[in-house]
């Protein structure tokens, strides 16, 4: 501990806790099970900052594989903000993803910041929200648990910077979580997971090799029950935006999606919902 009273440790898995209610304070408005999926990824790459002996800072630096991190939870509790508590959290973590490449979804208030840390700008993510407008589900949907977990693993890495099986299996697999996918002559074609939040229900992922596959998922996943619904979206996929705003979504807020380095090329076009803000 210095002389200030401030230290940093590892966070027990049960405290990531904190960081999930600190992120629904902030407006992130996570999945009721969120922690518990987040904690089996990397249970090392959570820290937490205490002044006093009480939680002061948190942040997330969750390692996938051997190439690739991602940072989330960067947050000081407000009361404490501006004495650099943040920053010190931040140096602390940041050595936990080596020579990897970190990415994050950071609130573009704080892009400036972050790109004083390396971090380079890729696109925009934009949440929609609101009460969807009648789904069409035209296409037939199967459940997620019908669909063999390779093809799942299989989309998920042509969409995202890492392998990351251990956390596809906790996101699909969790309670309250539910998945809808479309097969096309046995080949997955469009998948989603829907879980429910603080505030309504959000769906993520949503990837799909097009509009109308992407459609069905939506409607098989939004329509099950009423109430609000998020979906967040890549800006690059003006595809996804439309179908946001054609189920009456409309957009609450953006991040910005950054990297320190370069990553394996995905295909952002087949991402009509990012999985977690937090997590990638």
Known sequence: MSGDGFRIRGM???EIAIAVDWAAGEGWNPGLADA???ASVDPEGFF???YDGTPAAT???INYGERF???GFYIVRPDLRGRGFGLRTWKAGIPHAGTRTVGLDGVTAQQDNYSKSGFIFAYNNIRYGGVPSSPDASIATVPLSEVPFAAIEQSDAAVFPAERPGFLRAWTGTEGHTGRAVLRDGRLAAWGVIRPCRLGRKIG???????ATAEAVFAA???NEAGEVFLDV???NREAMALAAAHGLAPVFETARMYTGSIRPVDVQRVFGVTTFELG
Request: hydrophobic share 40%.
């Open 12 to 14: 027990r898995r049960d």
């Open 36 to 38: 518990d999926c987040f």
């Open 205 to 211: 992922p949503l990837i799909a090799d097009g509009r």
């Open 69 to 71: 991190s991602f940072l």
């Open 59 to 61: 942040l997330s630096v």
């Open 234 to 236: 890549p800006q690059p």
């Open 221 to 223: 996943l939004a329509g």
């Open 48 to 50: 937490i900052g205490e």
